[in-house]
């Protein structure tokens, strides 16, 4: 499936990813509408990883530009108080947005965008928190279709529409879900295999050096390291990466020259994108990759 898929990442400052296809934003950073002007208003769903400020600072722009009757949906961890204020500050400030539909959501939950095309969050471990609170998140874009079972393949048509009329769907297909891509959000590189079988991973990489994650304090943010991500990622079954969230400390050609020596290294075959600090990058898979 192809992703048309435009994005700003830099740590810090401001995150955002829309996905022409589905009409769908991961976060909504600072400059969100004065990039994408009138595609914004393509946006019905916007699903917002966690409360930082670099990835929601756009979305009273945002709301104030493309609300409408029953749109956008925004999305957003269930316990993370700021968005009822953002909510409740948008409709007095801009009293038009009263048809802009927040929605609190658990773990795990699916939010279907077509009939078998769904969104489905996961915790990750970017912030400090009690297990029983939901505050922070990613997101996986799944797809659900029916494969033939292995005892029926290579029947030809007119004898698999009979046992399906005489057995039923389910008797001769399996429910099969495709992982289309995945979105870790800011988070430490998780271990679980939760990534396995993505097509596009778009993950963050907010440091270059593992050194550099030093935690200052208990209450310090979680992210991850670029070696740390490629490492996870050789060992899954993800078919093209997509980085962001770099660290503004870091030029591109620092960046560029890291992910070349870490790929060679490690052995990827897989094509690795990269969103440079400080720029914003349209259609980024219709790019050369960096390796």
Known sequence: MKLTITAYSTALFSTWYFIDEFGLLFDAGDGLSAHLLQKARKIKHAFISHADRDHLSGLIQFNQLNARAGLPNIYYPKDSGSFPYIADFSAKFDPHVSGTQWHPIEYGEKVFLQKDLYVRSFRNEHLPFPPELVKTMGFHIEKRKRKLKTEFIGLKGKEIARLRQEKGEDAITTEVVENILSYSGDSPVATDGR???????????????????????????????????LKMVKDTNVQQLILGHFSSRYSIEEIDVEIKRLVSYYGMKIPVFRIPPGRCVWDILAKEPIN
Request: aromatic share 6%; net charge negative.
């Open 195 to 229: 990534f396995d079988n993505t097509h596009t991973l778009i993950h963050e990489a907010t440091f270059l050096k593992i050194d550099e994650t030093v935690i200052d304090h208990e209450r310090a943010n979680k992210h991850s390291t670029l070696e740390g991500v």
